[in-house]
């Protein structure tokens, strides 16, 4: 999962504190961007890929500018996507595009169908609706970076480990 800058996640977690004091439950992971899912793929063999990818990449600039629903289950945030945004999303896909999880074929190259984006809320419609009331009141565009790949492990939900993009000049 793509990672953000400090002031970023400082933004998301303020929104978050807002459905929380509205008694909105919001998604226990940091805000980030999903880059992909997979199984059956060693980390060893992972984080080296990772690792060798993030040297040659800076932060990717994200302007956070509009509120999207997927269905009705999943209020997000999107950033404006970009050229770099999607070569970076290509790039990081040339391996493991193939061996996506259950649930990893929509952010996969092979599915034309990748939507960057921040989860707000998770829930029922009527869940959302309320989420979506109360981003309607707080939230406004703002710009950050995603400035970190971390690979996580899931179910039970674990943080292996994070790797800062650092091209060097």
Do not use: C
């Amino acid at each position: 999962m793509g990672l953000l800058d400090e002031n970023s996640n400082q933004t998301f977690n303020e929104l978050d504190l807002f459905m929380e004091n509205e008694g909105i439950k919001v998604i226990d992971l940091p805000p980030h961007i999903t880059l992909g899912t997979y199984e059956n793929i060693e980390e060893v063999e992972l984080l080296s890929y990772i690792r060798k990818f993030a040297k040659k990449y800076k932060p990717i600039p994200l302007r956070f500018s509009h509120l999207g629903i997927f269905e009705d289950n999943v209020l997000f945030a999107e950033p404006k996507v970009t050229k770099q945004l999607l070569n970076f999303h290509a790039d990081l896909h040339q391996n493991y595009d193939n061996i996506y999880s259950r649930n990893g074929y929509f952010y996969s190259l092979e599915s034309n169908a990748w939507v960057p984006h921040v989860s707000l809320s998770i829930g029922n419609r009527a869940r959302i609706l309320d989420a979506l009331d109360v981003m309607l009141d707080h939230f406004s565009a703002f710009d950050g970076y995603l400035k970190y790949i971390a690979i996580y492990e899931f179910y039970p939900i674990e943080k292996l480990h994070t790797i800062e993009l650092k091209r060097s000049e």
